[in-house]
């Protein structure tokens, strides 16, 4: 507001120096809001044309307000803009989430899976040592559940790899789809 008074007080002092000069009843200089608006409040240009009497208080207040309300308008489209880019932002992190949620399942249930085989090739294992007799039995279940173990983990090392796939895949998605939408 200060800047609007300063503005009109130094708009006033160049117009009360530099009077217009008149031809008969034409005025060589003339003045119009719309001029007025294109010119920084405060600032004088030889260009600018004035009508005898200057432009009145009002109609440089009438201007200000007219800035005033576009640069208000502008700002709220970049407001809504940005509040759509937080939104858009917002829904790819919920996705990743839950395609975190998703991998942190199956890994937990594949370890699962995986500590209860190790407890089994323990058992297998102590079964072996302490019953001869049953050797051929006891070796045949120490590498079934050796060889699931082995498929387990390569099923295991598959599923990480192919969700850091997805992951990376999405990711460049949504980048490439966030990218045509800017301007």
Same mark, same amino acid.
């Given at each position: ?29 003339? +003045?119009?809001?719309? %001029?007025?608006? /294109?010119?920084? &409040? =405060?600032?004088?240009? !030889?260009?600018? $044309? ?61 370890? +699962?899976?995986?500590? %209860?085989?190790? /407890?089994?090739? &323990? =058992?297998?294992?102590? !079964?072996?040592? $302490? ?53």
């Amino acid at each position: 507001m200060e800047d609007l008074s300063s503005g009109i007080n130094k708009l006033k002092n160049e117009l009360s120096t530099n009077p217009p000069v008149h031809q008969g009843q034409k005025t060589v200089k003339s +003045n119009s809001v719309s %001029e007025l608006m /294109k010119k920084p &409040v =405060g600032t004088h240009d !030889d260009s600018l $044309i004035h009508v005898p009497g200057a432009v009145s208080e009002a109609e440089l207040k009438a201007a200000v307000m007219a800035k005033e309300k576009y640069i208000s308008e502008t700002i709220e489209l970049k407001q809504k803009a940005i509040q759509e880019e937080v939104s858009k932002l917002s829904k790819i992190e919920k996705e990743l989430e839950q395609i975190r949620l998703q991998e942190a399942e199956g890994i937990n249930y594949l370890r +699962n899976r995986l500590e %209860e085989i190790d /407890k089994s090739l &323990v =058992g297998f294992q102590n !079964d072996f040592k $302490i019953k001869q007799q049953l050797y051929e039995e006891a070796k045949a279940k120490l590498e079934h559940a050796t060889s699931e173990k082995k498929g387990i983990q390569n099923d295991l090392t598959k599923m990480i790899l192919a969700s850091e796939k997805k992951k990376e895949q999405k990711l460049n998605e949504l980048l490439a789809e966030m990218n045509q939408q800017l301007p």
